[in-house]
């Protein structure tokens, strides 16, 4: 059998190397692959994929900054994205001189660009993951890669009818383990919390903010102290609690900058409060855990929650505080609310789970598989169907 030669271009958050690690993964049930993973030289969760076996190479760098970037940023930063692109490109084209991939996924958001545009300007069969909002970067790309998958049916309208021939909608690709049977108790145990009592997490972007971790010591103080019963989790990311903010996060609250497994933690989860992105809410969606979603401020994933947020909240599966209306009281109030009303949350639970496809990896790599076909380079696929 052939070996299928696949190069996912990661960026800088876990959620979309995680769509990597998936799609590879996926990918390797159906076929023999030799795969790597790019990510900037800087990239602060490069270890977390190269912990779960995979290669790792390193191409480019972080572009911009790590909160949502503006039109304004785009100008302001023109000469270093410019010159970035450039190294990265060249880094990227040797990289591939290398590798000569069979085909090159892209599951990242600006930081990847310059490796797609490198490998689509190589003539390189080329698919970009969606995103469960349209970035600048994917509008580009989609002109000159093979394939752009997108997680919404909407999203198709928002591209010229030239481009459209090369679209996709299969949804976001998640971990099988998000829609795996698994127990409340046995979670519990594992993270030491007794299943007799309720238990709240609060989880932030996987990098983190200032405004989250503060975000998060109040809805926790809140929280303490009026359910003394309940327990809690807190994913703040790299800023750490200071001051008041540390004792409000102090034990028996369980308070960590990064859970390595947040899909083990959630069956133990009777209702969360995420900050984070959109690859968390889909994966607790899949759960069908209750969830609050805020959009912090400071946090670079706005654009993300906005759109998907939104989206859920009008099928009923979740409650959506926008950054005008995030502050601490009235989410820890609402989070109170929903802790009291078992009804409430298995609504939302239930409506929560219509929302993550459990075949859409599967999609993806149907059109890999189409797009290498047409291409001619396909390997002949194992007997196994691409269960994900």
Request: net charge positive; with cysteine.
């Amino acid at each position: 059998m052939k070996t299928l030669r696949v190069l996912a271009v990661g960026s800088d958050s876990v959620g979309h190397l995680s769509h990597a690690a998936v799609l590879l993964g996926a990918l390797g049930r159906r076929h023999a692959v030799q795969a790597s993973v790019a990510v900037p030289h800087d990239a602060r969760f490069g270890d977390w994929i190269a912990g779960r076996g995979f290669d790792v190479r390193l191409v480019g760098r972080v572009m911009g900054v790590h909160r949502e970037f503006s039109g304004r940023d785009l100008l302001r930063y023109a000469g270093v994205i410019g010159l970035g692109t450039l190294r990265g490109m060249r880094e990227a084209w040797a990289l591939l001189d290398e590798m000569q991939p069979d085909v090159v996924v892209g599951c990242g958001g600006r930081s990847s660009f310059a490796a797609m545009l490198a490998a689509a300007l190589r003539g390189y069969p080329t698919v970009t993951v969606p995103h469960y909002a349209l970035r600048r970067t994917n509008r580009l790309l989609a002109w000159l890669v093979d394939r752009t998958c997108l997680a919404r049916e909407a999203d198709v309208t928002a591209f010229p009818r030239a481009l459209r021939g090369r679209l996709r909608v299969t949804h976001t690709p998640l971990r099988p383990e998000a829609f795996a049977p698994a127990e409340r108790r046995a979670a519990c145990e594992r993270l030491g919390l007794d299943p007799a009592r309720p238990v709240v997490a609060c989880i932030g972007y996987s990098a983190g903010s200032p405004g989250t971790t503060r975000l998060f010591a109040e809805v926790a103080r809140s929280i303490r102290a009026a359910r003394p019963d309940a327990q809690l989790l807190v994913q703040h990311g790299k800023h750490q609690p200071v001051g008041e903010d540390a004792d409000a996060l102090a034990a028996p609250v369980i308070a960590r900058p990064f859970f390595d497994d947040l899909v083990s933690i959630f069956p133990a989860c009777d209702l969360v409060v995420s900050a984070a992105g959109e690859t968390t809410l889909l994966e607790l969606c899949a759960r069908g855990v209750p969830a609050l979603c805020v959009s912090v401020a400071d946090s670079p994933i706005g654009p993300h929650i906005r759109t998907l947020a939104g989206d859920l909240e009008r099928i009923g599966a979740t409650v959506f505080f926008p950054r005008e209306r995030a502050q601490a009281d009235a989410v820890a109030a609402e989070a109170l609310r929903l802790l009291g009303d078992d009804d409430a949350r298995r609504r939302i639970g239930d409506a929560a789970r219509s929302a993550a496809d459990p075949r859409a990896t599967e999609k993806v790599v149907a059109v890999i598989e189409e797009l290498l076909r047409a291409r001619g380079t396909l390997p002949a696929a194992s007997l196994r169907p691409a269960v994900v």
